[in-house]
């Protein structure tokens, strides 16, 4: 079993800052690649970034310039530095870790999410 708890979501003015934090715990042997997800009120869920055990990431374009996805391998934790918010980045955002126990199975896991509210 694997928990993902997330913390750093709050209310902040257009133009701003936050900085969301993801950590992994539980039974795992490593974790594959770490992402951020949101979902808006009345909206599917999409996806914000992503980062790999290497470090590669990927970004959906509307955060693209303005959002910065990390990691800390030996933390097991993920990280979401959200700059230059917007009222339309108002979202519960959600972790997301595929982890390996062991073999290539990869398990997909949630965190409970954070919500994330943007002034204007």
């Known amino acids: 079993q694997v928990e993902l708890v997330e913390s750093g979501g709050g209310l902040v003015q257009a133009g701003g800052s936050l900085r969301l934090s993801c950590a992994a715990s539980?039974?795992?042997?490593?974790?594959?690649?770490m992402a951020w997800y949101r979902q808006a009120p009345g909206k599917q869920r999409e996806l914000v970034a992503t980062?790999?055990?290497?470090?590669?990431?990927t970004y959906g374009d509307s955060v693209k310039g303005r959002f910065t996805i990390s990691r800390d391998n030996a933390k097991n934790t993920v990280y979401l530095q959200m700059n230059s918010l917007k009222p339309e980045d108002t979202a519960v955002y959600y972790c997301?870790?595929?982890?390996?126990?062991?073999?290539?199975?990869?398990?997909?896991?949630w965190g409970q999410g954070t919500r994330v509210t943007v002034s204007s």
């Open positions: 539980g039974s795992f042997f490593s974790i594959n690649s």
């Open positions: 980062i790999t055990s290497g470090g590669s990431t």
């Open positions: 997301n870790a595929k982890t390996v126990l062991s073999g290539a199975v990869e398990y997909d896991n």
